[in-house]
């Protein structure tokens, strides 16, 4: 893991087994910055989406009893949403080094799409 303290604020950048590993265990919210389409497509379940084009920070969970963690598809724009919560006020958060290629690289499992018949389905 990686930290970045920025401010009175910490970033941090988890690896693909350090988010499985916490949010198999519930300590994380999971949030998924991409876009609506993206999500449908495929996405870890039981993350929540708030896309970049209409992320608000001000609305994100609370972290009193879980730390807060984004994912995009790279990496590149939950960093930027993770930045963006420290501004307005999140004083820790973290999100996916690599993103959702990540997440498949490391054989996590999640909901994707048969292609078949256009109904979600669980893979891994």
């Known amino acids: 893991m990686k930290t970045e ?3 009175d604020a910490v970033l941090e950048t988890w690896d693909a087994e350090d988010v499985a590993a916490a949010f198999a265990r519930d300590e994380i919210y999971l949030v998924d910055v991409r876009t609506p389409q993206e999500y ?5 379940e039981g ?3 708030m896309p970049m084009a209409f992320f608000c920070a001000d609305k994100l969970p609370g972290q009193t009893e879980k730390q807060l963690v ?4 790279s990496g590149v724009r939950s960093d930027k949403m993770a930045r963006k919560a420290i501004e307005a006020g999140v004083k820790r958060v973290a999100h996916l080094a690599g993103g ?3 997440w498949k690289a490391a054989k996590k499992p999640f909901i994707g799409t048969n292609m078949g018949t256009g109904a979600p389905q669980r893979v891994g």
């Not at 449908?40 to 870890?44: D, G, L, Q």
């Open 100 to 102: 959702f290629g990540a």
């Open 70 to 73: 984004l994912y995009c598809g």
């Open 47 to 49: 993350a929540l989406l």
């Open 5 to 7: 303290t920025i401010g």
């Open 40 to 44: 449908m497509f495929e996405h870890i």
